[in-house]
């Protein structure tokens, strides 16, 4: 297996490093195609990947292709290279709001396509990306796609009607928990806590709680009032946050980006 990447910034690193790192492919069986000569000279450098601008040669030389350019510039590469696509290609494409029915407009009836919908934490091997497969997707492109990305993360496979749902919560997502932390650290800080402890304590409270939720799969409700002892300080906290509109506000925040998602895939 040859794997291509159309588009070699930093979510496609991400991919490609993960990759490489757990032994899925050897870095000599890895085509990083890019405009930007300092992107190839780094991926060559950084992880012993082939490097090449030419996409034709890529997809000539790759049966897997990872399409990880800008959402915009995605329809004109697809149309370079249209024709060279066979039945042998599966495309995996990581363009934010890009339909797989987009996708294989742009691509033809030949490929077959995974679309897939990652968010930042890739980069630091701890990503969450959902992803969904055309029609003539085979059952083995489906196990390829949650080996790859389950590399850096966790991966599930959802029917393509609830990406506008996921790109809100895990793609949108990591910003609107940063925004919450953001606002913990504040408020440490005008109670005299120094800003860079206020920091960490509030980046690890958040990795930790993390990963205990995830590693017990206690329920969360249940979780909240294991911490919150009777007249404690917990409870007095909550009761602010009870009496506030903070669900609401995030119930609301991710409606809209999930319209703002379903807009852009409209466009």
């Known amino acids: 297996m040859r794997i291509g990447f159309l588009g070699a910034g930093k979510m496609a690193e991400a991919i490609l490093a993960s990759m490489v790192k757990t032994g899925l492919v050897n870095a000599w069986d890895v085509m990083a195609c ?105 059952a083995a492109d489906r196990a390829l796609v949650a080996q790859i990305f389950g590399g850096a993360g966790a991966a599930l496979e959802l029917p393509e009607k609830h990406f506008d749902a996921v790109t809100a919560l895990s793609g949108s997502g990591p910003a609107f928990i940063a925004y919450a932390a953001q606002a913990m650290i504040e408020g440490a800080v005008a109670l005299k806590l120094p800003k860079d402890a206020a920091r960490l304590l509030a980046e690890q409270t958040l990795v930790g709680t993390g990963i205990y939720l995830q590693n017990t799969g206690r329920d969360i409700a249940e979780f909240i009032q294991a911490v919150a002892s009777p007249k404690g300080t917990t409870a007095a906290g909550l009761a602010v946050l009870e009496k506030s509109a903070v669900k609401a506000a995030y119930a609301k925040t991710l409606a809209a980006a999930a319209a703002r998602s379903a807009e852009l895939s409209r466009a």
């Open 34 to 138: 890019d405009k930007a000569a300092d992107r190839r000279a780094l991926m060559e450098k950084q992880y012993g990947v082939i490097v090449t601008e030419d996409a034709a040669e890529t997809v000539k030389q790759c049966n897997v292709l990872v399409l990880a350019v800008k959402p915009q510039d995605l329809d004109a590469l697809l149309a370079g290279v249209r024709d060279r696509f066979t039945a042998k290609h599966l495309l995996v494409s990581i363009a934010a709001g890009k339909t797989l029915a987009a996708v294989k407009k742009a691509a033809g009836a030949r490929p077959r396509v995974v679309r897939v919908m990652p968010n930042l934490a890739l980069m630091v091997q701890e990503g969450m990306s959902v992803y969904c497969a055309a029609k003539n997707a085979k």
